[in-house]
């Protein structure tokens, strides 16, 4: 085969990849290709006598915390990496530099992209092994990660038939993205708008509406307080079948305890309340024990207004419970250890490969090198080559591991990417987070400065002296807890009596043992 016959298959591979990916293509797609430079694939050996552990990535510098602190902010709480963070200097628009700047800039850009190459090198590497081995590595290699909710093997991973229902659903929500108002962004009626109608084109008339509800609930994290109100009215009318109903119920349930947003949880509050759907007991337990106070007073709020008498036991055990976030004794490796359950934050953009694994495995894609024995140096130690995607599983949504030097992927980032090595897939989720901000990074450029953040809880194992410490700060406002009070609350909205603060209190006038 000639080389301007596979020049073509090139192209009409990345064509295909494209159209498989994308939500549709922009007119002149034909002119745009000859303008995007085919896939590159970086040469990483690895020594095959290395240990196991010698293929994790490099631990941030103080990955715990070295005192005890309980944060008053969530811009407080501690942060959960990967690896030590690759930071890439850029020029900012007008800001001029020698050109050994300019050299040391490039060189720079070039060393996160062969991180990042060697990352997804190294996990396919351990998971030859076993299914989720790097993964199991970490939570045994990283006391910072252990304690996190990873969720592996069958449970993390969506069924074939899954897979394109929730791709087609990132695609009908990247379609309304795409969706542009008259001089300026489309308000959100109007993206909803575009949605509801591009429900019922063929394109996406077979989407469940329990994959719609999972890609809102990811896809919509930081979206305006006015579209997650659209996102509540569809959810609320997700119930043609059973799962349906069951996701849904999940999701506005999970809006209505952990959304930062209060007309957002009134709404989801309301949405349960006209369904007459149960909601999801288990999360809304787990709100009321969450260890941040903000949360739990959503729960406590949310169970008042749907009426759960059916929880007045357990929000009188809370008047005797330590507070949630205070050390507890649990057994560690047959030891007695004092742990406590904390709120982290994980940087969205920065830790792709802490909460998927990488997109270019030979079950996702197969590729093979273009142009023969052609490559040049990428940097030193590293070789590159062009290749030619020959295969594409269409059910599985890959996307891009953000580059640190280059801007942000765009909303439609889940069909761009340069490399096979530089990919994840979204089939596969390790952590799932309880609800998302955007917060201020500084020295962000060329990513903007407010970056999206995933909040969730880790358990931790302490010292005795930290553990002793953390209990005497809890033991200062024990009797004014603010999940106390939340509970208060609740058993008095839920009641309509006010009989006090104490759990036996609440037990005398219930009749409660």
């Given at each position: 085969m000639d080389d301007k016959r596979i020049?073509?298959?090139?192209?009409?591979?990345?064509?295909?990849?494209?159209?498989?990916?994308?939500?549709?293509?922009?007119?002149?797609?034909?002119?745009?290709?000859?303008?995007?430079?085919?896939?590159?694939?970086?040469?990483?050996?690895?020594?095959?006598?290395?240990a196991e552990k010698d293929l994790l990535p490099i631990p941030p510098q103080h990955a715990l915390p070295r005192c005890?602190?309980?944060?008053?902010?969530?811009?407080?709480?501690?942060?959960?990496?990967?690896?030590?963070?690759?930071?890439?200097?850029?020029?900012?628009?007008?800001?001029?530099?020698?050109?050994?700047k300019h050299a040391e800039f490039a060189e720079a850009r070039k060393m996160a992209i062969v991180h990042n190459a060697r990352l997804t090198t190294q996990i396919n590497h351990l998971n030859k092994k076993k299914t989720d081995h790097f993964m199991e590595l970490l939570v045994a290699h990283r006391p910072d990660l252990a304690g996190m909710p990873f969720v592996m093997g069958d449970a993390c991973r969506l069924k074939a038939g899954d897979r394109q229902q929730f791709k087609d659903a990132v695609s009908?929500?990247?379609?309304?993205?795409?969706?542009?108002?008259?001089?300026?962004?489309?308000?959100?009626?109007?993206?909803?708008?575009a949605f509801d109608e591009n429900r019922v084109h063929k394109t996406f008339k077979q989407v469940k509406d329990q994959a719609c509800a999972a890609a809102c609930m990811q896809m919509m994290a930081l979206e305006s307080a006015d579209m997650q109100m659209g996102m509540v009215q569809r959810l609320a009318t997700f119930e043609?079948?059973?799962?349906?109903?069951?996701?849904s119920a999940q999701a506005l349930t999970k809006l209505a305890v952990f959304s930062p947003e209060k007309k957002?949880?009134?709404?989801?509050?309301?949405?349960?309340?006209?369904?007459?759907?149960?909601?999801?007991?288990?999360?809304?337990?787990?709100?009321?024990?969450?260890?941040?106070?903000?949360?739990?007073?959503?729960?406590?709020e949310a169970a008042s207004q749907?009426?759960?008498?059916?929880?007045?036991?357990?929000?009188?055990?809370?008047?005797?419970?330590?507070?949630?976030?205070a050390p507890v004794v649990q057994k560690v490796d047959g030891k007695n250890t004092a742990v406590i359950r904390e709120v982290v934050r994980i940087n969205h953009h920065r830790n792709c490969l802490l909460c998927h694994p990488?997109?270019?495995?030979?079950?996702?894609?197969?590729?093979?090198?273009?142009?023969?024995?052609?490559?040049?140096?990428?940097?030193?130690?590293?070789?590159?080559?062009?290749?030619?995607?020959?295969?594409?599983?269409?059910?599985?949504?890959?996307?891009?591991?953000?580059?640190?030097?280059d801007e942000l992927p765009s909303f439609g980032g889940y069909r761009e990417f340069t490399s096979p090595d530089l990919l994840i897939r979204a089939d596969i989720t390790y952590l799932r987070q309880d609800f998302s901000l955007a917060q201020k990074v500084p020295n962000a450029y060329p990513w903007p400065e407010m970056q999206r953040f995933d909040f969730l809880v880790r358990s931790r194992v302490l010292s005795e002296q930290h553990a002793e410490a953390y209990r005497a700060e809890f033991a200062l406002h024990d009797e004014m807890s603010p999940y106390r009070q939340a509970a208060v609350e609740a058993l008095r909205n839920l009641t309509r009596r006010n009989v006090g603060t104490t759990a036996q209190a609440w037990r005398n006038a219930l009749g409660i043992k």
């Open positions: 020049r073509i298959d090139l192209w009409l591979a990345m064509a295909l990849t494209i159209l498989a990916l994308g939500a549709g293509v922009a007119p002149g797609l034909a002119r745009e290709l000859e303008k995007i430079a085919p896939p590159e694939h970086y040469k990483i050996n690895i020594d095959p006598k290395a005890v602190s309980i944060p008053s902010s969530l811009a407080e709480v501690p942060e959960v990496q990967l690896h030590e963070p690759v930071i890439v200097r850029a020029l900012k628009p007008n800001e001029t530099a020698s050109d050994r009908l929500l990247q379609s309304t993205a795409l969706v542009s108002g008259r001089g300026g962004p489309a308000s959100a009626e109007t993206r909803w708008r043609k079948s059973e799962p349906d109903k069951v996701v957002v949880r009134d709404a989801a509050i309301a949405a349960l309340q006209k369904r007459g759907t149960a909601v999801d007991t288990a999360i809304l337990m787990r709100g009321l024990r969450y260890p941040w106070p903000s949360v739990a007073q959503n729960a406590a749907l009426k759960r008498t059916d929880l007045i036991p357990e929000l009188v055990k809370m008047l005797e419970e330590p507070d949630p976030r990488p997109g270019n495995t030979p079950d996702v894609m197969k590729f093979e090198t273009w142009g023969g024995d052609r490559k040049r140096e990428f940097t030193k130690g590293v070789d590159v080559v062009y290749v030619n995607i020959t295969k594409q599983e269409e059910d599985v949504l890959v996307g891009a591991i953000p580059t640190p030097g």
